[in-house]
T-cell receptor
Framework: EAGVAQSPRYKIIEKRQSVAFWCNPISGHATLYWYQQILGQGPKLLIQFQNNGVVDDSQLPKDRFSAERLKGVDSTLKIQPAKLEDSAVYLC???????????FGQGTRLTVV | KQEVTQIPAALSVPEGENLVLNCSFTDSAIYNLQWFRQDPGKGLTSLLLIQSSQREQTSGRLNASLDKSSGRSTLYIAASQPGDSATYLCAVYSNYQLIWGAGTKLIIKP
């Protein structure tokens, strides 16, 4: 069974530029999560999808972050414009349903300079 | 509001020792608890998931226990190896959210 795929693995951008991350969850998984992880901290939930609907985006900075999940499968997370404090690892995870075991991708390490 | 704490933040032990990592949570109304491993620069690998109705789960040298009434979970690692060096995070599924601890960084000295 293929795992959660994320791309790119690394990205360096200048502040005020835009960036997009892509995630392909495990086939058949209804729930998809995007997390932000700053070094030394636990992951912080940005947005949770159930199929192609948003169930929690309370911690998503909506003035600069946006996310979509096309046809309830792949998802993209965008930051526009980026700030220095956005430097972090962005993790995508999926589970078969809400509350089921979550599986993570390798993450995208973003550096904003 | 659910809060998850992992103590200690870092632990260094000699190879071969058995060890216990701790995770505590403030609200016993959880759906499940999951232990993860994270290697530097990598994503998270799921180790064990314990449903709220279960007391423990085992996988190889790993054993995780859950005591909802006291708000505690432990991850027991038997016969530790240098390859076990990583950060271990616990997360509770509560109120439709995964709530995370900050992790314990484990170093196994050869």
């Amino acid at each position: 069974e293929a795992g959660v795929a994320q791309s790119p693995r690394y990205k360096i951008i200048e502040k005020r530029q835009s960036v997009a991350f892509w995630c392909n969850p495990i086939s058949g998984h209804a729930t998809l999560y995007w997390y932000q992880q700053i070094l030394g901290q636990g992951p912080k939930l940005l947005i949770q999808f159930q199929n192609n609907g948003v169930v929690d985006d309370s911690q998503l900075p909506k003035d600069r972050f946006s996310a979509e999940r096309l046809k309830g499968v792949d998802s993209t997370l965008k930051i526009q414009p980026a700030k220095l404090e956005d430097s972090a690892v962005y993790l995508c995870a999926s589970s078969s349903d809400r509350g089921a075991e979550a599986f993570f991708g390798q993450g995208t390490r973003l550096t904003v300079v | 509001k659910q809060e998850v704490t992992q103590i200690p933040a870092a632990l260094s032990v000699p190879e071969g020792e058995n060890l216990v990592l701790n995770c505590s949570f403030t609200d016993s109304a959880i759906y499940n608890l999951q232990w993860f491993r994270q290697d530097p620069g990598k994503g998270l690998t799921s180790l064990l998931l314990i449903q709220s109705s279960q007391r423990e789960q085992t996988s190889g040298r790993l054993n995780a226990s859950l005591d909802k009434s006291s708000g505690r979970s432990t991850l027991y690692i038997a016969a530790s190896q240098p390859g076990d060096s990583a950060t271990y995070l616990c997360a509770v599924y509560s109120n439709y959210q995964l709530i995370w601890g900050a992790g314990t960084k484990l170093i196994i000295k050869p």
